[in-house]
């Protein structure tokens, strides 16, 4: 899996030569999500055209690398997996199409006509990139709202973000480090700027930037304890693609006996993958009773029981959206697990209530997210 993740293919030919089975796809099909979630166009090329991974190589949750390339506004990456055919009719575990859930300008590269000639960045040739390399990503002009929307949570300016936000400012956009408020609000130690955010449609509690940093990371680097305790009790868990990958894809095949061997090698249970999921997520959502009852027992997820994914929802959210989840839904729901509605309840004041009233949890579609005019004026000057 090394060897295919890092275009190692003299490693892989000899593996291959030793007996080694390239072609399962249940061992390699979080390649090609791995490499776009790292906006690393190299490798997914490689994996791809040297390796013969399928393009359409899906995860337990049925997300395809064009789908998490999307969602992350990676332009390179889907134009990239675009050429390569990647099929973009192709849906998730909750229906939606990459272009459902695409960022910037990821929405009209999926958009008719679909362009799917060979990519500029690939014209001028691919480097191999290192382990933990920190790949550019492709600068997107930031409109004027979002921009004061991310200086306001760097400072802490909780009127403006309650205003722009009920004028339809996106919380949940980012820079071009994508950097979100939730991020910057986190850095600084803005507590409550933080209580406005965790509750917003479309907000990820755990989210990474392009350094691979979430807002609890953040939090907790620059000694802001009460921060990084609100973010834990809301939702907020460790983050690793590698290992968070490896939790969810055994506890969704209910590999009970893989999950023991990643818990004695010293990984935290309550890892999440790129898109926030857990393994208790994935055992929830597949009705493996015996999985999420061991779980539950391990000390590190009955603290992490209600981590909240991409799509807003908690091991109980998960479990209650699958017809095979009533019964981990009682188990979870007896050890204390709750809905992500019922998670946000309280973190707003009354204020707060006024301006956006937390509802009940939906993925809000980056396309269908409220655009703002040219004509725009910024939040600071109404109020004065």
């Not at 939606?96 to 799917?116: E, F, I, M, W």
């Not at 930031?142 to 802490?156: P, V």
């Amino acid at each position: 899996m090394d060897a295919m993740q890092y275009g190692h293919t003299e490693v892989l030919e000899l593996l291959r030569s030793n007996g080694a089975d390239s072609a399962a796809a249940s061992k390699f099909v979080g390649m090609i999500c791995h490499a776009a979630a790292n906006n690393d166009s190299g490798t997914v090329l490689r994996l791809i055209e040297e390796n013969s991974v399928d393009v359409n190589s899906a995860d337990y949750d049925q997300r395809t690398g064009l789908h998490v390339a999307a969602a992350l506004g990676y332009t390179d990456v889907v134009r990239t997996l675009l050429y390569k055919n990647a099929d973009i009719s192709l849906v998730d575990r909750w229906g939606q199409t990459a272009k459902d859930g695409a960022y910037g300008q990821c929405v009209s590269l999926l958009s008719d006509p679909v362009d799917r000639s060979k990519p500029e960045i690939l014209a001028k040739g691919t480097k191999r990139t290192k382990k933990n390399e920190v790949v550019p990503v492709e600068v997107e002009e930031l409109n004027a709202a979002t921009k004061e929307l991310l200086d306001a949570a760097a400072q802490g300016e909780l009127k403006t973000i309650m205003a722009l936000a009920k004028r339809g400012g996106n919380c949940a956009c980012m820079d071009y480090d994508r950097r979100t408020p939730l991020h910057l609000a986190a850095t600084g130690g803005h507590l409550q700027v933080l209580r406005f955010l965790v509750g917003q449609k479309g907000v990820s509690v755990n989210c990474t930037d392009r350094f691979g940093s979430s807002p609890l990371q953040d939090a907790a680097k620059h000694g802001f304890e009460s921060c990084s305790k609100f973010l834990l009790s809301h939702g907020a868990t460790a983050m690793d693609q590698r290992s968070g990958f490896t939790l969810c894809d055994s506890a969704a095949k209910a590999d009970l006996s893989k999950l023991k061997e990643l818990q004695l090698r010293g990984v935290d249970l309550a890892t999440s993958d790129y898109d926030g999921r857990t393994a208790l997520h994935l055992a929830a959502v597949e009705g493996h009773v015996k999985e999420v009852e061991w779980l539950l027992a391990q000390p590190g997820v009955k603290d992490s029981i209600n981590a909240v994914d991409c799509m807003q929802q908690t091991p109980y959210d998960a479990a209650l959206a699958s017809d095979k989840g009533t019964e981990t839904r009682t188990l979870i729901a007896n050890a204390g697990g709750i809905s992500w509605e019922k998670l946000m309840e309280g973190v707003a004041t009354e204020s707060l209530d006024e301006v956006a009233p937390f509802s009940k949890a939906v993925h809000v579609s980056k396309s269908q997210q409220v655009s703002t005019s040219d004509e725009y004026t910024p939040v600071s000057l109404v109020q004065q």
